[in-house]
């Protein structure tokens, strides 16, 4: 009878710790920045943001970090860029492997140093279009007003992005570029078209991977996101169609993929210390050599 008495009584202890604990456990985390806020309020992609930090690389350029848990269950981290392409001191600008070279391999940060100077500074890159085994992109490619390449490895390659002469960035299809052309001083090819007049298109490709992808809202915002995956405890990576989700709500009314997977960089020039940081995981431990890349540039005078 008293052992019985004991049981009881253990039980009873641990129930109320238990309930205790239940009942003092903190509250859902909301989401305290622009773009995780604009996620959450019109998508049901983030079951739970776990935090989400925002700050300025340089005026107009701006990083949002979000950490979340997917609607599936997956923990996953993506790293977002706002670029003001209003403002007159802000440039965006095709990177190639040691500058000049059209089909090589480099690291986004390496090709970083053979555009940067005193006047010229890097503040933020991203990986560009697929490529080859010796770096040569899907896709076209221009750049100074020079063409490199005007064909297109196969379907996936479907869009472009390029900056007119004017320096506005325009994203468009294979259809656009014969016309746009004579307009334009850099482009580079990306993948599918994620969003097109403000509407997500579905793609059939669900597999769940690290991604970049880019977008512009009508207003003439830059977006960028690179998302980590292959990792369970950090990140496992998300489908196209909801990276393209994510962007519209950032506010990007055309999107397009970009290369992913072991490609996917997020760079910044640190606002803190005069470095460049890749600030998200690449899924190879490292940061791959990649045959291009797009870099936001600011003229300092």
């Known amino acids: 009878m008293q052992v019985i008495r004991l049981a009881c009584f253990l039980l009873l202890s641990i129930t109320a710790v238990a309930c205790n604990k239940d009942t003092t456990a903190p509250a859902h985390r909301k989401p305290v920045t622009e773009l995780a806020k604009r996620i ?7 079951a739970e943001v776990f935090s989400d930090t925002s700050f300025t690389i ?38 190639t492997p040691y500058g000049l070279t059209p089909w ?19 503040f933020a890159a991203v990986n560009a279009d697929f490529f080859s085994t010796v770096g040569e992109p899907r896709g076209i490619m221009m750049k100074d007003g020079k063409i490199y390449k005007t064909t297109w490895a196969n379907d996936r390659s479907a869009t472009f992005i ?16 014969p016309v746009m052309q004579p307009q334009i001083r850099d482009a580079l090819g990306a993948g599918q078209l994620l969003v097109k007049d403000n509407v997500v298109q579905l793609q059939t490709d669900v597999t769940i991977e690290p991604r970049t ?16 995956g292959r990792n369970f405890y950090y990140s496992n990576g998300i489908t196209i169609t909801d990276l393209g989700i994510l962007l519209k709500a950032c506010g990007a009314s055309t999107v397009v993929n970009l ?17 460049w940081q890749v600030r998200n995981k690449p899924s190879d431990g490292n940061n791959r050599a990649v045959g291009n890349s797009w870099m936001i540039i600011r003229d300092i005078p």
Do not use: C
């Open 40 to 46: 959450t309020d019109s998508t049901s992609i983030m």
């Open 58 to 95: 340089a005026p107009g350029i701006e990083e949002t970090d979000i950490h979340y848990l997917s609607q599936t269950g997956y923990t996953m981290r993506i790293f977002l860029l706002k670029v003001d392409m209003n403002k007159p001191d802000i440039r965006l600008q095709a990177g």
């Open 104 to 122: 090589a391999l480099q690291t986004v940060p390496d090709m970083a140093k053979y555009i940067d100077s005193a006047h010229n500074r890097v």
């Open 162 to 177: 390029a900056v007119l002469k004017d320096g506005k960035p325009f994203f468009g299809t294979r259809a656009d570029f």
């Open 213 to 228: 992808a880019a977008g512009i809202s009508p207003d003439n915002i830059l977006y960028f996101a690179v998302v980590d």
């Open 259 to 275: 290369d992913g997977g072991g490609s996917s960089t997020f760079m910044i020039r640190h606002p803190l210390a005069p470095v």
